[in-house]
């Protein structure tokens, strides 16, 4: 995988923290913040996707098997 560098600006008693976390935890910075993006995004979609749920099942009562969708399109 591509690396790229990524800068941004942060509290620095969460600077401190996170410092201070890893060094006692032995982890690398950039493994650390790379691996809680990737946990954040993976939780923000799954946010869209129960909303997208509670709004969609709503509408599952008019919702017709996926076997009568594909011979209706002619596919089965």
């Known amino acids: ?6 800068a941004m600006k942060i509290d ?10 890893c060094k006692e935890h032995g982890i690398k910075y ?9 946990e954040k995004l993976e939780e923000e ?7 997208d749920f509670k709004t969609l099942r709503k509408e599952e ?10 011979r209706r399109r002619g596919g089965v």
């Open 1 to 6: 995988m591509e690396k790229t560098t990524f």
């Open 12 to 21: 620095k008693g969460v600077l401190k923290d996170f410092k201070s976390f």
């Open 30 to 38: 950039s493994f650390f913040i790379e691996e809680a993006v990737k």
């Open 45 to 51: 979609e799954l946010k869209e996707d129960i909303l």
């Open 61 to 70: 009562k008019l919702a017709i098997p996926f076997e009568k969708y594909l």
